[in-house]
């Protein structure tokens, strides 16, 4: 069995062992480039405050940024017998640069080691996930230009209520997003401190500059406590997923009507055949899986996060081993999330409107509270106008003017407010991207030679 990192030449027990390391020589690999890069940040820090000499953090950093790209390329591997993607990296990193790998460990610990690593994933992880919430309210926004002025019922209770259009059902869900995308930046607000120097969470007895790795790595700051640092664990995967959990919530209501508009009875969408399939004894069906497996990605995504949640509740402060049992659903929350994001924003353009059949069911009853207005602005008092639609309703004399009275305030079906939107879109695009960049010179300083 190969050395661990904390051995100190006692014997393992093959069984134990395999408990305590659990998954983590799989899981281990998505965070391998990551604590490849952490690692290199670490390197130039010690060589920085005097702790390692030049010569040899630049061989660390040469051969990390062989391991970084191999990682990424998914030719790393973790032994099964290691016990961990950290005890890997080192071991290759013995191997490839000799003593100097041995320095490495110097002034960190295994758990603000996986800290940092988590964190650069949860920021990559972030922004790709805001990216797809982007163009996915593009995809809305654009359905709802196209169809501004298609008409549909507007239900409330699953009962018709007012008039709708298509334009302004496909424009709440670019607004939810758009929400979401405002809350991203608190989310990311909370990744971007430094936890590197926290050690085992209470620092080290070392003169490290821990605000020199936090520049280095892109961050804006430093986790300053320690102990804080290992308090996180949980905290700050538990807020990445629960954003996207929020922008499942408004998804799901979503992909909840395109279920319902696309059956025979409602007939008011259709769906490609390219996002149905069909049944194994029935000829004629084409089942709309596509939008019953995203539904439920929605719900997964609830329980993935209430697992992350469950893990790192109920423990006292500072470091516990129940946190290494966080990586995996918060790698498959994010996944998850990647996935769903994918999928509908190829949905949305080709989703079919069926206009006719959408105004067929647009019928007179719809626009009773319009008609109350329409007396109303005759000088009726409102509730008067109310009882008075009502009884043309019940006596069946109620005969509305469709054209009386259209919405023209902001969101209203005259007026979506297209243009403020996609001003909105634009600069949400604009930070993801500008913060996209400002990593990617982050991790070129670090590899430079």
Not at 193 to 208: D, E, M, Q, S
Not at 326 to 349: E, F, I, Q
């Given at each position: 069995m190969a050395d661990t990192l904390w051995g100190k030449g006692a014997a393992l027990d093959a069984v134990i062992h395999r408990f305590t390391v659990g998954d983590d020589p799989v899981v281990d690999l998505s965070l391998a480039p990551h604590d490849a890069l952490g690692s290199a940040a670490h390197a130039r820090m010690l060589a920085h405050v005097g702790l390692l000499k030049q010569d040899e953090a630049r061989a660390l950093v040469k051969a990390l940024k062989g391991l970084h790209d191999e990682a990424r390329e998914g030719r790393f591997t973790i032994l099964p017998e290691q016990e961990d993607g950290h005890t890997a990296l080192e071991a290759a990193l013995v191997e490839r640069v000799g003593?100097?790998?041995?320095?490495?460990?110097?002034?960190?610990?295994?758990?603000?080691?996986?800290?940092?690593?988590?964190?650069?994933?949860?920021?990559?992880?972030?922004?790709?996930?805001?990216?797809?919430?982007?163009?996915?309210?593009?995809?809305?926004?654009?359905?709802?230009?196209?169809?501004?002025?298609?008409a549909m019922p507007g239900y409330t209770h699953l009962r018709r209520a007012m008039p709708s259009t298509f334009g302004m059902w496909g424009m709440a869900f670019a607004e939810g997003l758009l929400e979401e995308l405002e809350a991203l930046r608190g989310v990311w607000g909370r990744l971007d401190r430094c936890p590197l120097g926290a050690a085992a969470g209470f620092g080290v007895p070392l003169p490290i500059d821990r605000e020199y790795t936090a520049k280095l790595l892109g961050f804006s700051r430093v986790q300053r406590s320690p102990i804080d640092a290992q308090n996180g664990r949980g905290r700050?995967?538990?807020?990445?997923?629960?954003?996207?959990?929020?922008?499942?919530?408004?998804?799901?209501?979503?992909?909840?009507?395109?279920?319902?508009?696309?059956?025979?009875?409602?007939?008011?969408?259709?769906?490609?055949?390219?996002?149905?399939?069909?049944?194994?004894?029935?000829?004629?069906?084409?089942?709309?899986?596509?939008?019953?497996?995203?539904?439920?990605?929605?719900?997964?995504?609830?329980?993935?996060?209430?697992?992350?949640?469950?893990?790192?509740?109920?423990?006292?402060?500072?470091?516990?081993?129940?946190?290494?049992?966080?990586?995996?659903?918060?790698?498959?929350?994010?996944?998850?999330?990647?996935?769903?994001?994918?999928?509908?924003?190829?949905?949305?353009?080709?989703?079919?409107?069926?206009?006719?059949?959408?105004?067929?069911?647009?019928?007179?009853?719809?626009?009773?509270?319009?008609?109350?207005?329409?007396?109303?602005?005759?000088?009726?008092?409102?509730?008067?106008?109310?009882?008075?639609?009502?009884?043309?309703?019940?006596?069946?004399?109620?005969?509305?003017?469709?054209?009386?009275?259209?919405?023209?305030?902001?969101?209203?079906?005259?007026?979506?407010?297209?243009?403020?939107?996609?001003?909105?879109?634009?600069?949400?695009?604009?930070?993801?991207?500008?913060?996209?960049?400002?990593?990617?010179?982050?991790?070129?300083?670090?590899?430079?030679?």
């Amino acid at each position: 069995m190969a050395d661990t990192l904390w051995g100190k030449g006692a014997a393992l027990d093959a069984v134990i062992h395999r408990f305590t390391v659990g998954d983590d020589p799989v899981v281990d690999l998505s965070l391998a480039p990551h604590d490849a890069l952490g690692s290199a940040a670490h390197a130039r820090m010690l060589a920085h405050v005097g702790l390692l000499k030049q010569d040899e953090a630049r061989a660390l950093v040469k051969a990390l940024k062989g391991l970084h790209d191999e990682a990424r390329e998914g030719r790393f591997t973790i032994l099964p017998e290691q016990e961990d993607g950290h005890t890997a990296l080192e071991a290759a990193l013995v191997e490839r640069v000799g003593d100097a790998g041995k320095r490495i460990h110097l002034a960190r610990s295994r758990n603000d080691q996986v800290l940092l690593a988590v964190r650069l994933l949860l920021r990559e992880e972030l922004l790709a996930l805001g990216a797809g919430a982007v163009g996915l309210a593009e995809s809305f926004l654009d359905f709802a230009q196209q169809h501004a002025q298609v008409a549909m019922p507007g239900y409330t209770h699953l009962r018709r209520a007012m008039p709708s259009t298509f334009g302004m059902w496909g424009m709440a869900f670019a607004e939810g997003l758009l929400e979401e995308l405002e809350a991203l930046r608190g989310v990311w607000g909370r990744l971007d401190r430094c936890p590197l120097g926290a050690a085992a969470g209470f620092g080290v007895p070392l003169p490290i500059d821990r605000e020199y790795t936090a520049k280095l790595l892109g961050f804006s700051r430093v986790q300053r406590s320690p102990i804080d640092a290992q308090n996180g664990r949980g905290r700050h995967e538990a807020a990445v997923l629960g954003w996207a959990c929020s922008v499942a919530g408004t998804l799901e209501k979503w992909l909840w009507d395109v279920q319902l508009y696309s059956t025979d009875e409602f007939g008011f969408l259709g769906l490609p055949d390219a996002f149905t399939t069909g049944s194994s004894i029935m000829p004629q069906k084409k089942n709309p899986d596509v939008v019953e497996l995203a539904r439920g990605r929605c719900r997964e995504l609830r329980g993935i996060a209430h697992q992350v949640e469950a893990v790192a509740g109920g423990l006292p402060s500072s470091y516990h081993r129940d946190f290494q049992l966080l990586k995996r659903p918060t790698l498959a929350g994010v996944t998850s999330a990647r996935a769903l994001l994918d999928v509908l924003t190829r949905l949305v353009p080709v989703l079919q409107v069926k206009a006719d059949a959408a105004a067929r069911a647009c019928d007179d009853t719809l626009y009773a509270a319009h008609h109350a207005y329409v007396l109303v602005a005759g000088g009726l008092p409102f509730r008067d106008a109310y009882r008075q639609v009502g009884r043309e309703l019940a006596d069946g004399t109620f005969h509305p003017d469709r054209s009386a009275l259209t919405a023209t305030h902001l969101g209203g079906a005259g007026n979506l407010g297209l243009a403020q939107a996609r001003e909105e879109l634009a600069a949400a695009r604009g930070w993801l991207d500008d913060t996209h960049r400002a990593l990617a010179k982050a991790a070129e300083r670090v590899w430079a030679d």
